[in-house]
């Protein structure tokens, strides 16, 4: 029998887009799933969205109070039973064979992380590229970037163990990233499995000099950094951040580019 998957899925005032996200789930050819959606105190009706569908495999909890994502993930990370972790965010989308390709990638190289090339939309466009990054991700690349979007990982959570993560308002599936690297590097899958919607209010949304801000937080609260440290190390992610934009993205046709899931 294939090994449970536990799905982390945050959600914030995603009522217009979780419901593809959860159909996405629901589309896996990999049958066993648990979806843990934990949503951060929606007020748009998110509740009932998720309530209408019906299968026994989503766990809907939902915070006393809005916390950040960092803090619903900590408890969907508690709550998880599986020996994979898989993360898909409220508003993004998988293809329909994400885990099945994924997790026999990993049973047959017995890795423990791994993820996958991923596309992006943005303002409803599809941009004319796959992302890509490095074959292999050791501790001093993942020190250099977080080279991939949190809805194309994959870990072992039994090899992995708990992961629980500073309350961050951005950039906490980096430290997430960061405290994995030290016990398994990360690996590439070489597919497009997963698609990224960028969208006005989305936690990945914000101006650069905000984003810098977020990056140096990170390096100083969750792997407490000097500040000097910590200004070196934002600096490094600068730099490889440009380069990941030159060097790992590959150009595909309009035509070759899948719209929908």
């Known amino acids: 029998m294939d090994d449970l998957v536990s799905i982390i899925m945050p959600s914030y005032n995603t009522a217009q887009y979780v419901e593809k996200s959860i159909?996405?789930?629901?589309?896996?050819?990999?049958?066993?799933?648990?979806?843990?959606?934990?949503?951060?105190?929606?007020t748009d009706g998110s509740d009932e969205i998720v309530a209408a569908i019906k299968d026994k495999r989503i766990n809907y909890l939902k915070n006393e109070k809005n916390s950040g994502a960092a803090v619903?993930?900590?408890?969907?990370?508690?709550?998880?039973?599986?020996?994979?972790?898989?993360?898909?965010?409220?508003?993004?989308?998988?293809?329909?064979?994400?885990?099945?390709?994924?997790?026999?990638?990993?049973?047959?190289?017995?890795?423990?992380?791994?993820?996958?090339?991923?596309?992006?939309?943005?303002?409803?466009?599809w941009l004319p590229y796959i992302y890509t990054g490095p074959n292999i991700v050791n501790e001093r690349k993942m020190k250099d970037y977080c080279y991939f979007s949190t809805?194309?990982?994959?870990?072992?959570?039994?090899?992995?163990?708990?992961?629980?993560?500073?309350?961050?308002?951005?950039?906490?599936?980096?430290?997430?990233?960061l405290k994995i690297?030290?016990?398994?590097?990360?690996?590439?899958?070489?597919?497009?499995?997963?698609?990224?919607?960028?969208?006005d209010g989305s936690i990945s949304s914000g101006?650069?000099?905000?984003?810098?801000?977020?990056?140096?937080?990170?390096?100083?609260?969750?792997e407490k950094k000097s500040p000097i440290c910590a200004l070196s190390l934002t600096v490094r992610n600068l730099f490889w951040g440009t380069i990941k934009k030159i060097k790992y993205r590959k150009y595909v046709k309009e035509d070759n580019l899948y719209v929908t899931l």
Not at 23 to 42: C, K
């Open 23 to 42: 159909n996405s789930v629901l589309n896996q050819t990999y049958l066993n799933w648990e979806l843990i959606i934990v949503d951060d105190g929606s």
């Open 72 to 125: 619903s993930r900590n408890r969907a990370l508690r709550e998880a039973k599986g020996k994979w972790i898989a993360f898909l965010d409220s508003d993004d989308l998988w293809d329909k064979d994400k885990l099945k390709k994924q997790i026999k990638f990993m049973k047959d190289n017995d890795l423990k992380f791994t993820y996958t090339d991923y596309r992006i939309q943005r303002d409803g466009k």
């Open 151 to 177: 809805i194309t990982v994959v870990y072992d959570r039994e090899y992995v163990g708990l992961i629980q993560i500073e309350p961050l308002s951005k950039n906490n599936d980096y430290a997430m990233w």
């Open 181 to 199: 690297i030290k016990k398994t590097p990360c690996y590439r899958y070489p597919m497009c499995l997963s698609s990224y919607i960028k969208r």
């Open 207 to 222: 101006s650069k000099l905000k984003l810098i801000k977020h990056h140096y937080i990170m390096w100083r609260v969750a």
